[in-house]
């Protein structure tokens, strides 16, 4: 068995891909993929350090840390992972109140708190939210990558960092923006013609190197990456978070870091389902964890501000051709050379053609058929995939995920709590008969009350629970006093087909268990005072 999970490990490690072998075509188009990603990283990676409040290259840091490590050990090939705005406007007050060392210790904690959530196994979890929620997720997320690119259409400079990130910005106008709306409009023109001359190079690579090569060709005046920050630097150095080591740093960072890891875990596991829809692969949402644990523990002793999954990035990779590890590795490697040794050059790219790529990635990521299922579907699923897309563009995905898979949990609770009922029927001994149908649950368990009639009914009741299933605690209280008033009102009564779990969970009504061979047999969701036989307080 440990063998076994073993080899499956070391099997999901390697570079190559059964669907994807790797060739010298294949090599060159996932190397040239993480080109065209780590362009995209650079101005990414800046702006969220911007709203973090922090030293840009601490962003860039994170970027090629977190991208190289989930890349490498990830649970999904393709995915890529950086520094994002879902984690920088939850790290922005943790810098302000506290400073930047504290931000790489609650990294640090961040990352153990991942690592622990994949040992445990809980990724799996991830599969309980609902298609309606991750449809709003998609939408709400390409909204978010929408509005993200508008801070490029203001003057260099002119925004200052507010409590919500980047703030009071000054528009471009005149020729400038005529000029920065037109070379979006050429490099989007670009990436939507280009397959369908070659696939030799990215079409998102073609189109941020041709319209830089006309800018810088021409010496076009518009803003550059440069204009954000310079991106030189050196490699990450090794640097213990210089805070005091006791329980009062801990109170401080925990509650920033269990915040972080659940959206950073979330963002992580819908990026990678929604990659693997797009790949044709499932599984690895546990490996994931441990990967992203992995990579924040690591770049918070670093002196990265940490990341989780980029679902922007990811549909650049996955467009571009990316299928293996080769492309994220190669994305964190390219942006390492970048900050290094060819930061003059990157820094001459023009903004315009980077927002082009990303728009075309707004375009491809939103859920455009969701428009026309929102007459089709239920109305409840109708206006979750509206509430989460909406909770998303206002406040974050973790709070639209939750709010979205508590909404769809309500309307399925309420749903099926009216579709618990009964049919009637007297025996030849003058015994009346109640054939339960439906689930009986805490949902349900009041209309199961409300469908005998006791005082109106014979001396010997049979309740028949064959067309029914008996799920939680509240089910077993409900039993139980429906039983009682039975018994109260002189009453016999009889209990047929539950399980074995259930006789022994009654701690009343068990001895009106009527045993039989074709009782069913499946577990019911109790909590340790039922098992031991603490039933409601009973």
């Keep these: 068995m440990a063998q076994a999970l073993l080899t499956r490990f070391a ?8 669907d994807a072998p790797l060739t010298p ?3 060159r188009v996932e190397v040239l993929s993480g080109l065209t990603v780590a362009l995209a990283l650079v101005p990414e990676a800046v702006a969220f350090a911007f709203v973090a409040g922090v030293n840009p290259l601490v962003g860039l840091y994170a970027a090629f840390i977190v991208g190289l490590i989930t890349a490498l050990i990830g649970g999904r090939p393709g995915m890529i992972s950086g520094a994002t705005g879902a984690l920088a406007v939850v790290m922005v007050s943790l810098v302000a109140q506290h400073g930047v060392e504290y931000l790489f210790a609650t990294v640090v904690l961040m990352g153990l708190i991942q690592i622990f959530v994949g040992i445990m196994r809980w990724g799996k979890f991830i599969r309980l939210v609902p298609h309606p929620v991750m449809l709003g997720f998609v939408n709400g997320l390409a909204i978010v990558i929408f509005l993200a690119q508008m801070s490029q259409f203001q003057v260099p400079g002119s925004a200052v960092v507010g409590a919500h990130g980047l703030e009071g910005g000054q528009w471009l106008s005149g020729a400038p923006m005529a000029m920065m709306l037109a070379l979006v409009a050429v490099t989007m023109g670009i990436i939507w013609i280009m397959p369908r001359i070659t696939n030799i190079i990215p079409a998102p690579l073609a189109g941020i190197g041709i319209v830089a090569a006309i800018v810088i060709g021409f010496g076009l005046d518009v ?13 990450p150095a090794f640097h213990i978070p210089m805070v005091p080591f006791n329980a009062e740093t801990l109170w401080i960072i925990l509650p920033y ?10 963002e992580s596991l819908l990026t990678l389902n929604l990659v693997g829809e797009m790949t044709n692969k499932r599984g690895g949402a546990s490996q994931e964890c441990v990967a992203q644990g992995v990579a924040n523990t690591v770049t918070g002793v670093f002196g990265g501000m940490g990341g989780c999954a980029m679902i922007g990035q990811s549909m650049i990779n996955v467009k571009s051709g990316g299928r293996t590890r080769i492309a994220g590795i190669a994305a964190a490697l390219f942006l390492l050379c970048f900050i290094m040794f060819a930061s003059g050059l990157i820094e001459q790219i023009p903004l315009a053609a980077l927002v082009g790529v990303m728009f075309m990635v707004v375009i491809g990521t939103f ?44 309307a399925y609770s309420w749903n099926n709590a009216k579709r618990i009922y009964a049919s009637t029927e007297e025996t030849a001994d003058g015994a009346k008969v109640y054939k339960i149908n439906g689930p009986l649950f805490f949902g349900s368990a009041e209309g199961f009350s409300e469908l005998f009639k006791i005082n109106g009914d014979p001396s010997l009741v049979i309740i028949d629970f064959e067309g029914s299933r008996v799920v939680d605690q509240s089910a077993l209280q ?5 039983a009682g008033k039975y018994e109260a009102a002189g009453k016999c009564i009889q209990l047929r087909h539950l ?9 009343k009504a068990g001895h ?14 109790v909590d340790y005072g039922v098992k031991t036989g603490v039933l409601g307080g009973h």
């Design 257 to 266: 870091a269990l915040i972080l890891a659940a959206i950073g875990l979330i």
């Design 223 to 235: 803003p550059r990456v440069g204009d954000l920050a310079s991106i030189q630097g050196g490699l």
């Design 512 to 525: 009106l268990v009527v045993d039989s061979d074709d009782d069913p047999d499946y577990e019911i969701a």
């Design 11 to 18: 099997d999901s490690l390697a570079l190559r891909d059964p």
């Design 478 to 482: 409900a039993i139980e006093a429906v």
């Design 499 to 507: 399980t074995r779990e259930c006789h022994e969970l009654l701690s």
């Design 367 to 410: 859920a455009w058929n969701s428009l026309t299922i929102l007459r089709k579907v239920p109305a409840t699923d109708a206006f979750v995939i509206v509430l989460v897309t909406i909770v998303t563009v206002m406040t974050d995905l973790a709070t639209a995920v939750v709010v979205g898979v508590i909404v769809s949990a309500l």
């Design 25 to 27: 075509a294949r090599i």
